[in-house]
């Protein structure tokens, strides 16, 4: 059979992904099981306005290995894709596009047609990371692929709202938000960075008391706060102050009298042991302020600018502008007792980097701890869901749940869920699945809907159930909900992954997904998190382009939970293993004929021949391994497993002990079945790797003689032939030989010691050696003695003598194998000695010149302190490769002097 030289990953990955999408193959519905096990993942949902990065890549790989694997395990499969409308990334978005291009705000455009512009802008530009999935092989069902602003999903999060509001889990009142002053939103905790701030300042405020000389200090890091300040604490426990609770004090600059409180939360360590209490400006101060029943003073708006309340000569500064003037008022009273460096963590908006500024604001808040009581419960009592890996992802899972606060849902945002609620003239709220409803509930037309829209966050979190049909109890509801696995991140188990368990045991009474894998995180090559703004992110789609996407494919499914650096080398070695996988496969397509897979291996299998019982049994140990890795989630495992097995078992041995029976010309019985059972080895090695490398697995099956429609798993016999849908190996422990390994395992040592000796004692290749062996053991001679002919081919031995002992000549490379037999090779007119020994000498001295260096370099502490771990470790290595290997030539050495 013609089959190309080289292996061409593009074309491969353009012909076969477009034919398995055309052909339905992704969809539940190609299974015909009535009976079938069902097995669902749902996507995370990628930004509209995203880019395929390495994160999602290697996510995506890994539901795609969990989704094929189980396919072909004859599962329902379903692999549900979509995307999130992100709510703030993609406003700002357009408002940028709109800016540049037409000079214009969204305010000028107006709300409806600024949104028209927006959805645009999603048509037209957005899901880009949808087509470059497909780049990918992702085998998702793309008919049922969903948006979280599709009509369906809107009506879920309207639902998922009127429902909390009916329950009174949803309220609408004033409370201290996190407020981005760039982006002009309220956000939520997990929507907020905390960054180390290593220059800032800690300032010590004198405020007097009144009626006396004593003044009381307080420190602070935002004075300009001060002005809205309404008490100063301490804590009950601090002697330092205790005649002082209940007095009053004369606030500086706004010459306001605050009292003194006693409170719990005070760390009489901070500071002085005194604290300012500014209610409306600090999430600790408001709720001192709601313990001691305090004003609020809101003296910075959401402009980030001073108000009126904080006095006439600082309404309309910047909140820095002011600090600086609260500073030099404070000093020229002489109130300033010191100002000291200090390193504290400040909040940031995570998306534009701007400094949070609590307010206080009218919003609408979740009781999430309502709503987290049921998941919290199912953890402790079930352990459910499932954590891979346990620790610590489970404990983090559930201490969150157990410190639940209320949940600020609005954005001042206009992409995005619209709250569900309107107003009356009189300012009566009614909240209702439709404006119709609110309509009649009002008994009125006259209503104005809430301007603000959800977090985006709110529908994500009704993700398992709104993507298959929830309000509604439609089939793909009943079937695949709950979900099986859901492979996401480490850092949105906060955002996401607790939110989904939330509304899916409230809603449906059932927990979102059986088990949450938690990827690992790649780095750059130096370790550090890949971003845009440090121009180190690697584009996976590059990296498919130089290397095809089954090598990135298989490296990333290897990471599993690991945090790994990435490295192309690795990608590089994948691509290596991929084009020994062609070349094999392609020799035993061109020594194909006569021959058929699932032929060759009938009969009792003790009568097959010894590298046949063997490679049977290595393919049966590594199925009955690889499939437990997968269940178990072990992706590393499960890919070491068939590299060696492709790589040693199949492609390095099995091919080389069988090449002189498929190479016969003679159309013989014996050499088609030699052919065949080369043939069936190679077609369930390709059905094992398929998951993970799934272009080139597919490109060789599709060449095999013999293939058709009676290879695929019965609940897929109507489909068109095609790997994906076979039935995956199942190991037949049966076939598991102990003694056929072990056997052919001394022939594999035999033949490498021999290989090592050529190469070592610089023997031409196509010299001819006469090999003596020495086997005590009458097995180890018999299992010698059987396979000679094998022996002679591999090693190039125009003679082998092998008996209990051997009388080997002086001058021999001798090396000593396991169960204590010998191997010799006589050395007589092979080489010559003289410009042997003196090459050997010449290599060992440079070896050891090598050495000698990286001793002195690891001896330096100062360089072992310094360099990163993983080059020490690296030099570390090299120094004890380069003993062995001078060990090695001077054992040589030492053979050729005697």
Known sequence: MEIPKAYDPKLAEEQHYSRWEASGYFAPEINKDADAPVYSIVIPPPNVTGSLHMGHALQHTIMDVLTRYHRMRGYRTLWLPGEDHAGISTQIQVEKKLRKEEGLTRHDLGREKFLERVWEWKERYGGEIINQMR????????????????????????????????????????????????????????????????????YYLQYPVKDSDRRVTVATTRPETMLGDTAVAVSPKDERYRDLVGATLLLPVVNREVPVVADDFVDPEFGTGAVKVTPAHDPNDYAMGRRHDLPQIKVIDSQARMTAEAGAEFEGLGRYEARDLVVAKFEEAGLLEKVVDYEFSISKCARCGDVIEPLLSVQWFLKQAALGQQPLELMRERHEPRFIPENPYEKVYTNWLEGLYDWTLSRQLWWGHRI???????????????????????????????????????????????????????????????????????????????????????????????????????????????????SNGVDPLEVFDKYGVDATRIVLAATGTTDTRWNDTQVESYRNFANKIWNAARFCLMNSEGAYVGEGFEGDPKSWALHDRWIMSRLQRASYDVGRALESYDFHAAVQTLYHFFWDDFCDWYIELSKADVTVTEATLARNDARSRVLTILEQALRLLHPFMPFITEDLWQRLPGIGSHFLHSAYKDAEPTIMLTSYPQARMG????????????????VSRVRNIRSEMNIKPGEPVRIMIAAPDADARAVFESGAQQIARLVRASDILIGETINAPRASARAVLAGGAEVAVPLEGLIDFAKEHERLNNERGKLEKEAAKLEAQLANSNFVERAPAEKVEELRQRLADLAQRTRQLTQTVEALSE
């Open 735 to 750: 076939l598991i030989d102990e003694r056929a390994e072990a056997d052919v395992q001394s022939l594999i040592e035999l």
């Open 420 to 534: 569900p609620a309107w107003y009356d003239e009189a300012g009566r709220v009614f909240v209702a699945r439709t404006e119709a409803d609110a309509r009649r509930a009002a008994g009125t037309d006259n209503l104005t809907q809430d301007p603000d829209v959800l977090d985006t966050w709110f529908s994500s979190a009704l993700w398992p159930i709104s993507t298959l049909g929830w309000p509604d109890e439609t089939p793909d509801l009943k079937t695949f909900y709950p979900t099986s696995v859901l492979v996401t991140a480490r850092d949105i188990i906060f955002l996401w992954v607790a939110r989904m368990m939330m509304t899916g045991v409230e809603f449906t009474g059932e927990r979102a997904f059986d088990d949450v894998f938690i990827t690992g995180t790649i780095f750059d090559k130096h370790g550090q998190r890949m971003s845009k703004s440090k």
């Open 135 to 202: 780049r990918e092989g992702a085998s998702v069902d793309w008919s049922r692929k969903r948006f979280t602003m599709d009509e369906g999903l809107s009506r879920a999060v309207r639902e998922f709202f009127v429902r909390m509001y009916e329950k009174g889990w949803i309220y609408r009142g004033e409370g201290l938000i996190n407020w981005c002053p760039k982006d002009r939103t309220a956000l939520s905790d997990l929507e907020v960075d905390k960054v180390e701030k290593k220059d800032g300042k800690l």
